[in-house]
């Protein structure tokens, strides 16, 4: 198997369920020919260099994913297929894929966000400590860039001085 990134620009008309449809479509289309889906990311609506069909901006969304190169050649038929995408580009990233790195580098799912008690508010108070130790940290930081401005206006004072002596 070799590893492809695909990034594609998606109409910004098509509507959110028209979009999600579009990206089970690709993403089955890579399950179905026995490819890996590594990364979907969708990375928003951005304005184009240039017009594309007198579109102005496009939804940009990036898949990373390993299979065969018959899958590019049907998933690259596919948005040519689809009136909704704009562009394609497809690259390949590596010839050889070792599939379990992927696995065991993925990403575990992020536990849930801590839920606050009302009555006590103990969630909110630990982020307004974790607020205040990072204005700590900002200060301090300030602090040391003030300390290391003078000694470097000092430092060219005195080089100044020994030059002129």
């Known amino acids: 198997m070799r ?21 089970d479509k690709f993403t089955g289309i890579i399950g179905s020919m026995n490819g890996v889906l590594i990364e979907y990311k969708d990375q928003g609506m951005k304005k184009l260099a240039y017009d594309i069909r007198k579109y102005g901006k496009g939804h940009y969304v990036l898949m ?7 899958l590019v050649n049907e998933l690259e038929r596919n948005m040519r297929l689809d009136d909704k995408i704009l562009k ?11 599939l379990e790195e992927f696995k065991a ?8 966000k801590e839920k ?15 607020a205040a130790g990072e204005e700590e940290q900002e200060q301090a ?16 004072a005195s080089s100044g001085s020994e030059k002129a002596s």
């Open 141 to 156: 930081g300030a602090e040391s860039d003030e300390g290391a401005a003078e000694e470097v206006q000092e430092a060219v």
């Open 88 to 98: 394609y580009i497809t690259v390949k990233l590596a010839d050889e894929v070792d």
């Open 116 to 130: 606050v008690d009302s009555t006590t508010g103990t969630a909110a108070a630990k982020e307004t400590a974790a």
């Open 64 to 70: 990373e994913y390993a299979g065969l190169p018959e």
């Open 3 to 23: 590893r492809y990134e695909t990034l594609f620009i998606v109409a910004p008309d098509c509507s959110e369920e028209d979009f999600s449809s579009i990206g």
């Open 105 to 112: 580098a993925a990403p575990e799912p992020e536990p849930e």
